[in-house]
């Protein structure tokens, strides 16, 4: 009789299975991202979880689509830019975390770099108009003007790669990530074309997962967890239109010394005098002194929601 | 002798002339705005102004093109969408805002009406393709699917509808706003097709132009002006990394009833740990209390600017 084949199971090694053993179990991990294969957001679940053969990115069109396919099971994660350096922050998808069930699981930042791609062979001097989405062309604008290259918005950046090469085009270029233009066999005539270098965009990666830790009620469960060293809680919560009561309301973290790092009012839309406030601040949900400080913040505001406390992303 | 034509001047009667007698003087008014004729931008430029003959208006390829137009001289004022409802806060312009010398003169906040218009004798029952920015397409997509009309991105709104009429396109219609159809003298086929009707701009006023009130040291010239009974001042700080200081810095204004009604953190790039502080609240910078705020701050910021006083924008 043969030696039944043991499949052998890969553990996923990513900076996940750090804060949590039992994601070692997923055998394969599924991540659904808004665009095309290849577009930048996909490039950071890479980055994020590690360029692994167990990861499997799931493209969708939008990013409802993404909470969707998380909501329903048929993604493990999503992963969603939440603000950028030269756009802001991306209002949608707050929206979106507000009405959802998911958990912030993690966050990631990404330098984002374009490039001009062609097909094989297609030298620079022959291209007369760049194809990309019309952010990434604008972002191109000065290296455009200085080519005299016209410039035709489509919906994706990668998209955009991806057609160029359908179509086998020989006058025409796009503009996308250095790992759009590998994904396809395309060529890379230049890198960093950018007006802005100072360009990077921040993501959070979703799951209805409950990382352990956060289940740390559980003796038992508590024992197995390692929580990140440095971590970060997102909240969302309203107030109200009071003088001094956002003052206020931050008084429970500046008298614990909680460091805010990020904080941002926005209109609730309809309702002119109202608004949600989104914060992030350092430490863990599950810190003493960020339990103390929620609990005080719970006494002024109309409503709150935890988004998430999740390890903090590093400049890498 | 004929009698000498006397050239009558049309007096500019918008709000601006209401906070600033002097903003009579002004023969014709030139507003520089990105996009193109028909633009959502343009439309606030008139809700702001009033429609009158006076008011020229000059499209920009960029939001960078309305500063130096305004900057220059060569434009008189500069209008700026600074956040919307559903994609949240446009950073470019907070960005720019920093650096530039400009003023906010004033606010305007726009209802964003998505209208499918194409050209006359088209029905409805013949479009196969729909052109618009991806935004506008993304805010309608609902609507697009149920018809299953095929989505095509271009640059700008209005700049979809214009193309449309060149073309004399009979299969194919543009998503802009009601007065983009009406400019290009085209059929408006359906009104309000977005999904989601919560749909808002705020935009900025800028110019070089100091309102008289801001001038206010000068006695005979306070004598003269009429400040707006409801007032904002917008400005941007940076602060030491120091747990607690923002809370320290808004103590100010809590303690003198000064209402907030926008706070936001942008990370200063390059440098992860710092960040700028963005923040409206309701007051004239000329007001005792707000005066005496502003000082207080002062002591604690590494850097501030105020971007203007300006009337606070009605929901009209």
Excluded at 108 to 134: D, F, Q, T
Aim: glycine fraction near 6%; charge should be positive; charged fraction near 30%.
């Amino acid at each position: 009789m043969p030696k039944k084949s043991k499949k052998k199971i890969h553990p996923v090694k990513c900076r996940f299975a750090a804060i949590s053993p039992k994601a070692k179990l997923f055998n394969r991990v599924k991540v659904a991202f808004q665009g095309e294969i290849g577009a930048f957001s996909e490039e950071a679940v890479f980055k994020f979880f590690g360029s692994n053969s167990n990861i499997q990115t799931i493209p969708c069109q939008t990013f409802a689509d993404v909470f969707k396919l998380v909501e329903e099971g048929n993604a493990d994660f999503g992963i969603l830019p939440i603000e950028n350096s030269l756009e802001g922050t991306v209002g949608q998808n707050y929206e979106l975390l507000l009405t959802s069930d998911v958990n912030i699981f993690g966050e990631e930042i990404l330098r984002i770099r374009h490039c001009l791609i062609a097909n094989k062979g297609v030298k620079i001097g022959a291209i007369k108009r760049v194809y990309s989405h019309p952010q990434a062309l604008g972002q191109c604008r000065e290296f455009l003007e200085k080519l005299k290259l016209e410039a035709i918005p489509v919906y994706d950046t990668a998209g955009g790669v991806r057609m160029l090469k359908e179509e086998k085009a020989e006058e025409a270029a796009a503009i996308a990530s250095e790992r759009a233009g590998k994904i396809y066999q395309m060529k890379i005539l230049k890198k960093g074309i950018e007006t802005n270098k100072q360009n990077f965009t921040r993501f959070f990666i979703i799951s209805l997962f409950i990382p352990l830790l956060q289940k740390g009620r559980d003796k038992n469960l508590k024992k197995e967890t390692k929580r990140a060293k440095d971590s970060k809680t997102s909240i969302v919560f309203s107030l109200k239109n009071i003088p001094g009561i956002l003052f206020q309301s931050l008084e429970g973290f500046a008298k614990r010394k909680i460091n805010l790092t990020k904080i941002e009012s926005r209109p609730i839309m309809g309702k002119p005098w109202e608004y949600h406030f989104y914060l992030d601040f350092e430490g863990h949900q599950e810190d003493k002194k960020i339990r103390e400080a929620l609990e005080e913040l719970k006494e002024k505001t109309l409503f709150i929601k935890i988004l998430g406390s999740y390890p903090t992303a590093k400049w890498r």
